[in-house]
Structures are given as C-alpha cells and as structure tokens.
C-alpha cells in the first residue's frame, strides 16, 4: 500500500455518467475494473473508463474532482448489488401503484436505487408539469429513504432503456454517447440517405444520432465540390455538373457531346459559377 493520491475517469449511474474520482492508497485501476464509489449522491457501482491524464479531461464538458473511489468490488458488493436490482423491480411496481392512486399525468420509465441505499431516483415522462409533491411524501413513507423524481426526454427513455439499433449494435446513447447531438434532415439529405422517417429513426423515435457522425465531413467536402448545375472546365471542355459524390470528392458531370463521366474535383481546371437567374441547387 502507498499513499500516492491519482484520479481516475469513471462511469458510473443509470444515465452513464462520467466523473473523475480520487483513489489514494491502493494499487493502479485497471480499465473496466468494477469500484465502489462516493459521488454527491451517496456510494454507487462505477466502472474505470481510464487515468485522469490531461487527454481524458479534455473529452469531458465538466472537469474537476467528482468525488473518490472506495475500493474494487468486493463479492458482498456484488450481492448487495443484486438485491438493490431486485429492491427497484418492487420501488418501480409501487410507484406505478401510487402514480395511478393520486391519478398523475405521468408515464414512469425507470426507477435507480442508489447502491449505498442514500437515495431513489425515479425517472419520468410527462407532457405537462406534474406536482408530485404528495407523491414523494408517500414515496419517502414507504420506502424510508430520499425520493428524487427526475423528468426526462424520449432520448433519454431510450438511453435507459434501449438495447440494440438496426445497425445489430448496442444503442449509442447507452454505450459511449455522453450527450445527444441535435440532428436534422438537413444531416440526413446531404448524406443522401433514405428520407423514409421509419428507416432514419431510432428506438426512441427522433433521428439516429449517427446522422451527426458524418456530418461534418460530409459538409467540409462539399464546400470544395462545384454545385450542382455550375459548368466547369476540364482537360476534355466545358461540362455541366449533374451530381456530386461528396464522400469520393467527385462530381459527375455532362459533356456538350452529351458524354457523362465522373470527374475528381483536382481534375477540375477552372468553375464558372452560375448565373444568379437560375435556381440554387438543392441539397
């Protein structure tokens, strides 16, 4: 044992938050070592993504110490584990059951019994602002313990609760996604992907966050591609631009013998931009 003091990066809660925790007086953590840890929640189940070097931090929006890791699990931890799993089947029954008696506009999605027993967290969808003032009070009654009801979005139903996408793949927002990215159809169109909204949505509904992934590729090609419908010169003449391939830095192009061919942008000797009379070319 020493008593050097090192930090590091640790993953922890049903939203799979991340947090740098101190660990003094113990051996190095290896990756994915399970840890017990004392966050402003109480002690909870963390999992060790990494050390806390600078690079770490710099992928994190919050930086400073988010507590300190207990200890490695023990195999009393791991029980204890399991019988907090089965503790939040009964909390999430008898909240739905005191949900439906004060007769609350709500929806309960999932309910996080925190490992050292300081707290419930129940996680809730709502359209409108519900006051579940009694409903704490009944919660703290039964189960002895401080109630937090927390209301989220669809995403976040998803991020608790999903499993797999289309892709075959465990979901994003609940493996290594820490915040969901806005995506549009804009993302989805310069992309050229299907426009189907069945195909472009995810298990919770809106847009797949991997719409966003590539946009920002997709977008920085394309500011060095000619527009549709603009003429350039190549060694061969003047053509029309008919199409672009953003990801192979092409467009296709027509000749005014008609001949169609593809044409990398650095073969591209000169673009005449359009005139202002035509029609901008659509995304």
Not at 3 to 11: A, D, K, L, T
Request: with cysteine; glycine share 8%; net charge positive.
């Amino acid at each position: 044992m020493n008593n050097e003091v090192s930090g590091y990066i640790v993953r922890y809660g049903s939203t799979r938050s991340l947090g740098e925790f101190s660990w003094k007086g113990g051996p190095a953590l290896t990756r994915n070592a399970a840890v017990i840890i004392k966050s402003e929640r109480g002690q909870e189940w963390g999992e060790v993504l990494s050390p806390a070097t600078e690079q770490a931090r710099s992928f994190m929006n919050e930086t400073g110490s988010a507590g300190r890791i207990i200890r490695p699990v023990t195999d009393d931890d791991y029980r204890q584990r399991d019988k907090g799993r089965h503790e939040e089947r009964n909390e999430f029954l008898g909240c739905q059951e005191l949900v439906d008696e004060h007769k609350l506009q709500m929806q309960l999605v999932d309910v996080e019994h925190i490992f050292g027993g300081e707290r419930v967290i129940f996680y809730y969808l709502a359209e409108k602002r519900v006051d579940f003032r009694e409903l704490v009070k009944s919660l703290a009654r039964k189960y002895r313990s401080r109630i937090e009801m927390r209301q989220i979005g669809v995403r976040d139903e998803a991020k608790l609760l999903a499993d797999y996408g289309d892709c075959g793949k465990p979901v994003c927002c609940g493996t290594h996604l820490t915040e969901m990215p806005p995506v549009s159809m804009k993302m989805a169109k310069l992309q050229k992907t299907s426009l189907d909204p069945n195909k472009l949505s995810g298990r919770c509904g809106r847009l797949k966050c991997c719409l966003r992934y590539e946009y920002d590729t997709y977008k920085s090609y394309k500011k060095d591609l000619p527009p549709v419908g603009s003429t350039v010169v190549t060694k061969e003449g003047e053509a029309r631009v008919m199409n672009q391939e953003i990801l192979s830095e092409c467009v296709q192009v027509i000749y005014q013998d008609s001949r169609k061919t593809i044409v990398h942008r650095k073969d591209i000797l000169e673009v005449i931009k359009k005139k202002k009379t035509e029609p901008p070319a659509s995304e």
